[in-house]
């Protein structure tokens, strides 16, 4: 095992950019025209070839440093390859495995699963991630095919097949515009479809305006790139969430979460912050302070410094060429992972929730501060309004944690607050007083009978 110091993962997209959707926001499908501008992608096909396969696996496996590793499939969209592919990762980490126990992520749009699917993904354990972005009139506003048809009952399809062979799944929704709106909508439903496992993704996107690429070349992409020390005059497209919608979307969820699902869904940012205020730093890489622990690598064996930041500036190399580890380990990507802090404005330095946000990604930080120096996140209202809401009550949790006590007694606790606290019984069809946005009826008056 050769292994590296520092602990990294791979983002592995063994058909590249390729889909069987159009989805009006997705940042990576233009990725298509831009590698094959720049001559890094096939003239043919975008599968991954078996030499390739077969290295990565084999170096990857080499490279961790864990008892059991984990590999992460995306796209595109990975299930074009068809089950026989995911075959044949089996057979290469089997032999590559020495021992060690191996797991397979793989997110999907689900709209390809079908019996042999499922059957595959439950008898190989493979954890399935869905991307749906709440319901149907949600969802249907940007996800859709290639004939700019609505994809949701094929994702729905493709759900319940999941659910019937068993298979561990989690559901990622990307938090735009429209269903940034109706924050309850959207995570009512994803509980009722089953999710107990929720990755809310913000969508911030910019329209690429400049003549030219950085480094002098022409860009063959309609989406800006993530600005490098100075920007351009993009526009956020109509598509991104609003700031203060995305504060509002985060904050109505977790009052709703806190009261009623600690310990019953998990939602990745939550989990995430509670690390966080216990002192074991973020689970989630935008949060930390330093980043670069989590690589990108194209069909082609070309490895990125990050799955936002595949770009010709941010190539690192082919692992045909170079050892996986070495790339993770090289200089350009150690720089890479360290500009995220040394970056930093002075106005999230001196922040009172930076050790919560740590500037989040980069790829979101095209903004100016109010004194004018660049590096804002575009974000930073959204942040400053959750992590300051939400103080208190991860306070709390932490607290439990450190006694040996499940977090989920935060719940009783704040039942019995408001039943101490309430002078005058509310009226039914009141706003109930713990802050949860829903009637009394609906919310507190139940549990205080």
């Known amino acids: 095992m050769t292994g590296v110091s520092r602990p990294f993962h791979v983002m592995t997209k063994p058909i590249g950019p390729i889909c069987n959707l159009d989805c009006k926001y997705c940042f990576y499908l233009e990725k298509e025209k831009m590698l094959r501008a720049d001559g890094l992608a096939p003239a043919t096909s975008w599968q991954m070839t078996d030499d390739v396969l077969d290295a990565y696996i084999r170096q990857y496996i ?51 699963l079908d019996d042999e699917w499922c059957e595959f993904l439950a008898k190989e354990q493979f954890l399935v991630g869905i991307s749906i972005d709440g ?6 506003t940007y996800r859709v095919d290639k004939h700019n048809e609505p994809t949701f009952d ?53 329209h690429f305006q400049p003549p030219a690429a950085p480094s002098g070349g022409l860009l063959q992409i309609d989406l800006a790139p993530p600005p490098r020390k100075r920007d351009y005059n993009c526009e956020v497209t109509e ?12 904050v109505e969820i977790f009052d709703e979460w806190v009261r009623n699902d600690v310990g019953a869904v998990f939602v990745q940012l939550f989990d995430s912050a ?49 050892d996986l580890a070495a790339l993770a380990a090289c200089q350009a990507q150690q720089d890479f992972g360290r500009e995220k ?24 930080r ?13 974000l930073c209202a959204a942040y400053k309004r959750f992590f300051s809401h ?25 039942r019995t607050t408001v039943n101490q606290t309430i002078k005058t019984q509310p009226g039914r069809n009141d706003l109930c007083p713990c802050g949860s946005g829903q009637k009394y009826k609906k919310c507190c008056l139940p549990r205080s009978r």
């Open 154 to 206: 094929a994702v729905m399809h493709g759900l319940e097949l999941l659910k019937t062979y068993r298979v561990e799944f989690n559901t990622l929704t990307v938090v735009n515009s429209f269903n940034s709106t109706e924050p309850l909508t959207v995570y009512r439903f994803l509980k009722q479809i089953g999710s107990g496992f929720i990755q809310f993704i913000p969508l911030v996107e910019r």
């Open 341 to 364: 802090q040394t970056a930093l404005p002075r106005y999230c330095r001196e922040c009172s929730v930076r050790f919560a946000c740590n500037g989040e990604c980069p790829k979101h």
């Open 62 to 112: 080499s490279s961790q440093n864990t008892p059991e590793v984990t590999f992460a499939w995306q796209g595109g969209e990975p299930t074009l390859l068809g089950v026989r592919f995911f075959r044949r990762v089996r057979e290469l980490q089997q032999r590559y495995a020495d021992g060690r126990p191996i797991r397979n992520a793989i997110q999907t749009n689900g709209t390809l």
């Open 274 to 322: 509670l690390g966080t205020w216990l002192g074991e730093g973020a689970s989630l890489c935008v949060f930390a302070e330093t980043c670069g622990s989590a690589l990108a690598m194209e069909q082609s064996g070309d490895v990125y410094s990050c799955d936002h930041f595949v770009y010709p500036d941010y190539r690192l190399g082919n692992i045909q060429d170079t």
């Open 366 to 378: 095209f903004l100016k501060t109010p004194d004018g120096e660049f590096g804002l996140n575009y």
């Open 239 to 250: 598509w991104s969430v609003r700031p203060q919608q995305y504060g509002q979307f985060l």
């Open 390 to 414: 939400i103080d208190p009550y991860m306070r709390n949790m932490a607290a439990l944690l450190r006694q040996g006590r499940p977090p989920a007694e935060i719940m009783g606790s704040l």
């Open 135 to 140: 319901p149907a009139r949600f969802h249907d």
